[in-house]
């Protein structure tokens, strides 16, 4: 069965109350630049993999998406996105991303947030994605920083104070699971090297029009605790693409 972590109650909970989690994108140390790198909106039938509470369908209905369809393998994380749903446009999809198996020219854009560090062959959703997508169509994702999986536990190393000393990188090259710690829970994570994301969208069929490791927003650096932190290492690596 593929993870599903999110619809642990405990686990969901604490996810619920992070700070992107109450407020949004606009609570998202990345969104200030992710959003410049999404294009045009009217018109475009969209797909977002890994929807989690639907903030960016909402968002691609409200700029003039002709409809939008949501896929998530948490039931909790839909729930949410539905009661924070009034468009009829909007359709959400309980399953696995790795299990899209959508008609070919279904979407004229594809778009995903921090999901693909969970699974574990990204060559396998880019065919799935290539296949549903127009041609021509935008592919636009981000996923947790090669950096930031490469080692494992995901966290600082501390001095004995107990103050960040730097951020361990180890393994880099060795590729695959990494059992890491997320909101004080155990969660399963695959680490994938710099090369593979960007040459794996190349063999493809997508041409990368776009490549951004974002700091967070100024607004944010002195408002929420540990950003200033965020500007020692990335965190997130985001990529636009077009299919060819």
């Known amino acids: 069965m593929k993870q599903n972590k999110y619809d642990d109650s405990i686990f969901f909970d604490k996810y619920s109350n992070m700070e992107r989690s109450k407020k949004g994108l606009e609570g998202a140390g990345e969104w200030h630049e992710l959003k410049k790198m999404l294009p045009e909106f009217k018109d475009k039938r969209v797909l977002d993999l890994g929807c989690g509470f639907g903030w960016h369908c909402r968002f691609a209905i409200e700029n003039g998406a002709k409809s939008v369809v949501g896929v998530d393998i948490s039931q909790k994380m839909l729930k949410e996105a539905k009661n924070k749903t009034k468009s009829e446009d909007i359709q959400y999809i309980c399953m696995p991303i790795e299990d899209i198996n959508f008609p070919d020219n279904s979407f004229d854009m594809v778009i995903s947030s921090l999901a693909f560090h969970y699974i574990e062959s990204f060559q396998d959703i880019l065919n799935r ?28 190393y501390y001095d004995n104070q107990g103050n960040p000393l730097h951020w361990p990188v180890d393994k880099y090259f060795t590729e695959g699971t990494r059992k890491a710690v997320f909101l004080g829970e155990e969660v399963i994570k695959y680490h994938k090297t710099l090369t593979t994301y960007l040459n794996d969208l190349i063999k493809a069929g997508f041409e990368i029009t776009g490549l951004v490791e974002p700091k967070p927003a100024e607004d944010l650096l002195y408002t929420v605790p540990g950003m200033l932190d965020e500007l020692r290492r990335p965190m997130m690596l985001l990529v636009s693409s077009r299919k060819k």
């Open 129 to 156: 994605i290539n296949k549903c997508l127009s041609s021509g169509g935008d592919f636009v994702f981000s996923v947790e920083h090669p950096v930031f999986t490469a080692q494992g536990t995901q966290d600082w």
